[in-house]
């Protein structure tokens, strides 16, 4: 099994700014997922990204992927206030790293 | 669909009490997942059922553990005589079969043994 590693592991912004988070991984895989969980809650499900994919969005997430690097990578842009909390990429076999804290100033 | 739901919310319990949580996975949800998170980590896989058949185990579930889904619809995760060290939140999660690569999760169980 692997895990997803993500990097920073805290990171603080002002409220409209864009946020990036990376993601590093081990092996093959043939997707990769990204979840945001608030303090004390569950995890959500973000996005998804395949590995025949470069690039995927959702609002105002951006995610990219590059399997030659095992790299993935989460922009959101224009942050919000409620954008602080941690995020987390989860290869397939689902173990997760320590995620990244975001913390989003208004 | 009413989303993962699990109970209790909060147990605080005594070192060598027992405990058992429940999990109600999303409707026709073949795949139930668990897993502890304690502060400032990500979730460790503990264990995943597809029905009621339980598919993989983790190192982490030692011999206290137990989780069980009898009819593959909710499941039930015990901690036998519980240790501090045994203080997290456990997560369940669900995933449909058209879509197993995605979870949907519960909003956990904090435990706190004192």
């Known amino acids: 099994s692997q895990q997803g590693e993500e990097d920073p592991q805290a990171l603080s912004i002002q409220e409209g700014e864009n946020a990036t988070m990376n993601c590093s991984y081990k092996t093959s895989i043939n997707n990769l997922q990204w979840y945001r969980q608030n303090s004390g809650r569950g995890l959500v499900h973000l996005i998804l990204i395949r590995s025949n994919e470069r690039e995927k969005h959702s609002g105002r997430l951006r995610v990219t992927l590059d399997t030659s690097k095992k790299s993935s990578s989460l922009l959101i842009t224009a942050s919000r206030a409620a954008d602080t909390a941690s995020y987390f990429c989860?290869?397939?076999?689902?173990?997760f790293g320590a995620g990244t804290r975001l913390t989003v100033k208004p | 669909d009413t989303g993962v739901s699990q109970n209790p919310r909060h147990k605080i319990t005594k070192r060598g009490q027992n405990v058992t949580f429940r999990c109600d996975p999303i409707?026709?949800?073949?795949?139930l997942y668990w897993y502890r998170q304690t502060l400032g980590q990500g979730p460790e896989f503990l264990t995943y059922?597809?029905?009621?058949?339980?598919?993989?185990k983790s190192r982490l579930l030692s011999d206290r553990f137990s989780a069980e889904r009898p009819k593959g619809s909710f499941s039930t995760l015990e901690i036998q005589r519980t240790e501090q060290g045994d203080s997290a939140m456990y997560l369940c999660?669900?995933?449909?079969?058209?879509?197993?690569?995605?979870?949907?999760f519960g909003p956990g169980t904090r435990l706190l043994v004192l």
């Open positions: 999660a669900s995933s449909p079969l058209r879509d197993r690569e995605t979870q949907y």
């Open positions: 059922f597809q029905n009621e058949a339980q598919l993989e």
């Open positions: 989860a290869p397939p076999d689902m173990r």
């Open positions: 409707s026709e949800h073949n795949r």
